[in-house]
């Protein structure tokens, strides 16, 4: 038995050697050479769409892995009872502000003529009252009538005299308008109108999902006729821009790379065609290195992380693919 273990122990010491031979090689000519290769991972925004407000659904207009661009209506909801509530609110503006306007017009030629004539009569009313007064007045003086027929026809002329009184006071405030506290008031009415209908407007448009970018659909949540409540996620959508990939450097070797080294980005679905990149992104913090990270080095170490944005990124890159990436040597 022992004789059968010192062969494959002294194999397995044979091979470790020439890996650890191998490996140094390696790591002391890329140094040599200014070039790094680091290991990560593509790395893309997804973004969870739904509605802002809450309501059946009527349309969902793309299916899984349809591509979309900016400004791409997705998803609809039934729109009549916003639509309904719209054209209430649309109802009082005009009503509003039409109130407002009479108010500015102020009163009508018509409406000022008539109140002229009336002033007019109950001017002649008056004279013909005081000059009745003057004859009682000295009737009674003389005994001829009585005291009340006297009170009588002051009464009328009392009477006359306060309906001149007023029927003038009208004629002023029709010829001056109406009082500016009220056209403020009428104001204040109709931005209020105006402000319940540009949120309902509001709403109305938010009865439509569109694509914020361009990207792909990832998953389809929900279907028409379900019932959503606002901020319910109804799609999520793949950014197709930017690609970038997550990777980690060491600390000592952060003195190698810079904000826009150039970088070669290799798949293992095709070596033989690497993607253009670029580093877009240095953190300024250290951290553990993670789990995730297929590294030689120890997964303990205290790395960086680094963003690699590629340049002429395509479908084939996806969420979560491994990837290879060689960084060029460093421009002096």
């Known amino acids: ?3 059968i273990i010192k062969p494959v122990l002294l194999t397995l010491v044979v091979v470790i050697a020439a890996w650890l031979s191998i490996h140094l090689w390696m790591k002391y000519s890329a140094r040599k050479n200014g070039g790094m290769t680091l290991y990560g991972n593509v790395d893309i925004r997804q973004v969870n769409l739904g509605f802002r407000v809450n309501g059946r659904i009527e349309k969902m207009l793309f299916e899984e892995g349809d591509k979309v661009k900016p400004g791409d209506v997705i998803a609809v909801l039934d729109k009549k009872p916003y639509q309904d509530s719209f054209n209430l609110y649309k109802a009082q503006v005009d009503e509003s502000a039409a109130q407002l306007a009479r108010l500015q017009a102020g009163f009508r030629d018509e409406e000022i003529a008539k109140e002229k004539a009336n002033v007019a009569e109950r001017k002649a009313s008056f004279e013909l009252q005081e000059k009745n007064m003057e004859r009682a007045k000295a009737l009674f003086e003389k005994n001829v009538i009585s005291k009340q027929s006297y009170d009588e026809t002051w009464s009328r002329w ?15 405030l029709v010829s001056k308008g109406y009082r500016e506290e009220e056209i403020t008031a009428a104001k204040a009415t109709l931005n209020a109108a105006e402000a319940r209908l540009e949120q309902t407007r509001t709403s109305l448009d938010d009865t439509e999902i569109k694509s914020p970018s361009e990207g ?16 319910q996620t109804v799609y999520t959508i793949s950014l197709t821009s930017p690609v970038w990939i997550r990777a980690y450097v060491n600390e000592p070797d952060l003195g190698r790379i810079h904000y826009g080294m150039p970088a070669k980005i290799f798949t293992d679905s095709a070596p033989d065609k690497p993607y253009d990149g670029h580093i ?31 340049d002429n990124p395509d479908r084939n890159l996806l969420q979560g693919m491994p990837i290879t990436v060689k960084l ?5």
């Open 280 to 310: 877009g992104f240095i953190s300024p913090e250290a951290e553990f290195t993670p789990k995730s990270v297929e590294t030689p080095e120890l997964r303990s170490s205290l790395v960086y992380r680094l963003r690699i944005i590629a």
């Open 1 to 3: 038995m022992k004789k």
């Open 158 to 172: 009392n009477e006359t005299k306060a309906a001149l009184s007023a029927a003038t006071e009208y004629l002023n």
């Open 328 to 332: 060029e040597k460093k421009k002096q």
């Open 216 to 231: 792909i659909i990832l998953t389809r949540v929900m279907e028409p006729g379900a019932i959503v409540a606002a901020g």
